[in-house]
T-cell receptor, first 116, second 113 residues
Framework: NAGVTQTPKFRVLKTGQSMTLLCAQDMNHEYMYWYRQDPGMGLRLIHYSVGEGTTAKGEVPDGYNVSRLKKQNFLLGLESAAPSQTSVYFCASSYPNIRQGRYEQYFGPGTRLTVT | DQQVKQNSPSLSVQEGRISILNCDYT??????FLWYKKYPAEGPTFLISISSIKDKNEDGRFTVFLNKSAKHLSLHIVPSQPGDSAVYFCAASVIRGAQKLVFGQGTRLTINP
């Protein structure tokens, strides 16, 4: 089991360029999430999905779009990158275990993005 | 308006002693709380969690305490080991719905030999 994987690991973009970050999970989890982490701050939720074909906005969605065409993949897109989007991006997935009362999320290794 | 706060950016503890990390929250709707550990250049790793119907949960060297009236939780690590040196994040969520996590800013724990 690879768990949650993210590609790429690093990327440098110029202002105005676009890119897509890919998240994949092999745990058959229903829920997937994209967070960003900035220096001195905790992780903040960008967008999330509670199932294939569904997406919703999180706390800081502006400038990002997402798609969940397959259950195992969650894509994060930047249409026109800005320096304020320089950050480390983490993907996570979860399966609500109601019977055991467990709701933890499992995180990927992160993508470090720099926008110049 | 930060709903989850970790007021200590850093903590230094001697190996073998107890490490206590603290976290406060403001939203009374939160009913599930988690602690994550993060090493540099890696993703957060789940450590331990607690539901609001409990006030304590133990897993080996890690114990989480929840004080709902004070809206405060803490993580105790006993005994502390050098491998525990990392950044620790507390997070809170509402179980109903998508269980979106709201994170604190993190506390950097250093275990000294």
């Amino acid at each position: 089991n690879a768990g949650v994987t993210q590609t790429p690991k690093f990327r440098v973009l110029k202002t105005g360029q676009s890119m897509t970050l890919l998240c994949a999970q092999d745990m058959n989890h229903e829920y997937m999430y994209w967070y960003r982490q900035d220096p001195g701050m905790g992780l903040r939720l960008i967008h999330y999905s509670v199932g294939e074909g569904t997406t919703a906005k999180g706390e800081v969605p502006d400038g990002y779009n997402v798609s969940r065409l397959k259950k195992q993949n969650f894509l994060l897109g930047l249409e026109s990158a800005a320096p304020s989007q320089t950050s480390v991006y983490f993907c996570a997935s979860s399966y609500p275990n109601i019977r055991q009362g467990r709701y933890e999320q499992y995180f990927g290794p992160g993508t470090r993005l720099t926008v110049t | 308006d930060q709903q989850v706060k970790q007021n200590s950016p850093s903590l230094s503890v001697q190996e073998g002693r107890i490490s206590i990390l603290n976290c406060d929250y403001t939203n009374s709707m939160f009913d599930y709380f988690l602690w994550y550990k993060k090493y540099p250049a890696e993703g957060p790793t789940f450590l331990i969690s607690i539901s609001s119907i409990k006030d304590k949960n133990e897993d080996g060297r890690f114990t989480v305490f929840l004080n709902k009236s004070a809206k405060h939780l803490s993580l105790h690590i006993v005994p502390s080991q050098p491998g525990d040196s990392a950044v620790y994040f507390c997070a809170a969520s509402v179980i109903r719905g998508a269980q979106k996590l709201v994170f604190g800013q993190g506390t950097r724990l250093t275990i000294n030999p």
